[in-house]
């Protein structure tokens, strides 16, 4: 099925970190049922090596913050070598900018040349791509950012995968949770995300899933997508438009006229 094929997503499948999660996918969001192993595996191959030294301008707070396996960035820095904890699993690479107030959770890869700004929240399972922005007030969970991706202000990214060379305005949030009955609530109970895609029920094996955004994809400011969004390359959304979950073909512009 043409949807399947994420060609119609990514020009050029990633290589790297995510060739193997990208690698005999079934599904587009396959990768990011792959993530969470990957990233353990990343870090079992480097052993014990790379571990930090003492004199970091980071710090662990040994009665909060280390309990919950972050580090909050407490000066700001341009990073002129790789900084690794083996322990935590977090590798930021050199070149990055880390501004103070921003904080990285344990099981985060981040690449050269971004920009992690104060204020932003790595909540991990998240791997960054070079040249990439998370900025101010800015939360990303178990989230795959392919390269130079841009996310500056007030956004919001769970279990998703953005592709290469896409903006989210300010204010985005790609919400990865569907509504869930009282007793379903009451359980404690996170049902399946499905879908019906040419009268057949897929099962995505995921209970929360936010949205695969294709390269070159544009997201206007204060946007919202809703959990499985299938947005192909070099689409449009417009400002304050809620997307409804659906597969949106390459090249779409998401506008009120044209919203499902």
């Not at 909050?72 to 103070?100: A, H, R, V």
């Not at 204020?119 to 939360?139: K, M």
């Not at 841009?150 to 305005?169: C, K, M, P, R």
Request: glycine share 10%.
């Amino acid at each position: 099925m043409p949807w399947k094929d994420l060609s119609n997503y990514f020009e050029t499948i990633p290589t790297g970190f995510l060739q193997n999660l990208f690698k005999d996918s079934e599904y587009p969001w396959s990768p990011i049922k792959k993530l969470s192993a990957g990233i353990e595996s990343f870090f079992e191959g480097l052993g014990s090596q790379g571990n930090l030294p003492a004199d970091r301008k980071v710090f662990r707070n040994s009665e909060g913050i280390l309990k919950e396996g972050a580090y909050f960035i407490q000066e700001s820095e341009i990073l002129k070598e790789d900084f690794i904890d083996t322990e935590l699993k977090i590798l930021i690479k050199s070149g990055t900018l880390l501004e103070s107030g921003a904080t990285i959770k344990n099981h985060s890869i981040i690449e050269s040349n971004c920009e992690i700004r104060q204020g932003a929240y790595i909540r991990g399972f998240v791997y960054i791509g070079e040249q990439s922005v998370v900025g101010h007030t800015t939360e990303i969970k178990n989230s795959i950012f392919s390269k130079h991706v841009e996310a500056g202000h007030f956004a919001y990214i769970g279990d998703t995968i953005i592709g290469s060379y896409v903006n989210l305005g300010a204010g985005t949030k790609i919400s990865n949770l569907e509504f869930r009955t009282l007793k379903a609530k009451q359980n404690n109970h996170f049902p399946e995300i499905n879908v019906l895609i040419d009268n057949q029920k897929i099962q995505t094996g995921l209970s929360k899933f936010g949205a695969i955004i294709g390269d070159g994809c544009e997201i206007g400011c204060n946007a919202v997508l809703c959990p499985f969004v299938l947005l192909q390359q070099k689409s449009w959304v417009m400002p304050n438009i809620c997307v409804l979950k659906g597969i949106y073909k390459k090249g779409t512009l998401l506008r009120e006229s044209s919203r499902k």
